[in-house]
């Protein structure tokens, strides 16, 4: 199938062409976003491929439609970037990469809470200027303390299963229970308790409109003081000016994201040479207990494999005439 590939950067190009050869699809390489102005770029392909910061709203739906586009391959698990009643309207099937390795997420946030509660962040650029001091770098251990994961979806069970063998006692939230959590003797709480129990709490449910800004004032004010916060999930779960606050008055000792609310803007770019407008983003990257990766976390040899090889198998699903497991709807949307 003629597939019109967006947003790519040379690693995606890559892992895509490799695998592709399983597959023979024609695949055009745009490294642009999908937008209205860059719509033209589909010309007779029934596919377009796109990644998260790709924003498919109504409009650009419609312009796909008129364009014969029949299929949306997303690249990535989460949907919150697809207006999935529009396409639904106008006869776009939507699929995407629900699983490709929960490992690689799970273990990018604990290697976020470890920097952070062992402050390696700041250890290696001391020891790099000769400064061995040990001040200001005491840590605590993940060992007997409480985690609180929301949601256990996918990512939420990896992390269980690593944060039991550390030995953290962990608790849950999510509108359905899973049983393999069940099995590692996970807890399930309310939102509520988990954040008054917590001492690390790390995000892993989808951003849909009961999750957006879930972390907010109110919620911050439950947590115990000093709390770990961490988000890998989506950026707007998490109020980030809230935060901010929460920094300020020490109520979060420790924050470590990968995702930011505003991040289409800044991530997936080199802009070491540009001025940062987003002041928001700025003043976070001012405190000494903020560590921050540009959504990297997916970014694993095994990850980008595995999404290259489900993507293609989505689009070659969808021209035999079959029904795809991966095939997202409206109703995925509601919780
Ligand atoms: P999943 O669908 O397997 O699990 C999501 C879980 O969240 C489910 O158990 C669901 O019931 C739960 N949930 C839904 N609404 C909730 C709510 N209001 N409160 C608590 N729990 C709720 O998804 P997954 O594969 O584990 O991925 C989780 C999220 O991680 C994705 O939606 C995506 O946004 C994000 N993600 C980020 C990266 C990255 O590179 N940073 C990579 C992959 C996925």
């Not at 590939?5 to 490799?18: A, C, G, H, I, N």
């Not at 996918?154 to 393999?180: M, P, Q, W, Y």
């Not at 002041?279 to 040899?301: C, Y």
């Amino acid at each position: 199938m003629k597939v019109s590939v967006f947003s790519t950067k040379p690693y995606d190009e890559e892992f895509l062409e490799r695998i592709n050869k399983d597959f023979n699809h024609q695949l055009s390489f745009h490294s642009c976003p999908l937008t209205p102005d860059t719509i033209n770029l589909v010309e007779d392909d029934p596919c377009v491929c796109v990644f998260v910061h790709d924003k498919l709203n109504r409009k650009v739906i419609e312009a796909l439609h008129q364009k014969g586009v029949k299929l949306i391959a997303l690249r990535c698990a989460g949907f919150n970037n697809v207006d999935l009643d529009a396409a639904k309207e106008y006869g776009i099937v939507v699929v995407r990469v629900p699983a490709y390795s929960p490992e690689a997420v799970a273990e990018h946030a604990v290697g976020l809470m470890l920097s952070l509660s062992r402050k390696i962040h700041r250890a290696y650029n001391r020891v790099r200027e000769g400064n061995f001091s040990l001040n200001g770098l005491l840590g605590f251990e993940l060992h007997s303390k409480t985690a609180g994961i929301v949601g256990t979806g996918r990512i939420g069970t990896a992390l269980a299963k690593i944060l039991t063998g550390f030995g953290t006692t962990v608790i849950a939230s999510d509108i359905k229970s899973n049983e393999t959590c069940h099995k590692l003797g996970v807890e399930y709480v309310s939102f509520d308790e988990l954040c008054r129990r917590s001492d690390v709490i790390s995000l892993h449910c989808p951003l849909t409109p009961d999750t957006y800004h879930l972390i907010d004032e109110q919620s911050i004010d439950l947590m115990k003081q000093g709390v770990m916060l961490i988000n890998t999930s989506r950026g707007a779960v998490l109020d980030t000016q809230a935060t901010i606050e929460a920094l300020k008055s020490n109520k979060i000792g420790y924050l470590g994201l990968d995702v930011y609310e505003q991040e289409e803007h800044l991530f997936f770019e080199d802009l070491s040479d540009k001025v940062i407008t987003d002041d928001v983003f700025e003043r976070l990257l001012t405190f000494p207990n903020v560590l921050i990766t540009g959504h990297q976390a997916f970014f694993t040899a095994e990850a980008m494999t595995s999404i290259a090889h489900t993507t293609l198998q989505n689009i070659s699903c969808f021209e035999s005439g079959d029904t795809c497991a991966t095939l997202i709807t409206a109703d995925d949307a509601k919780p």
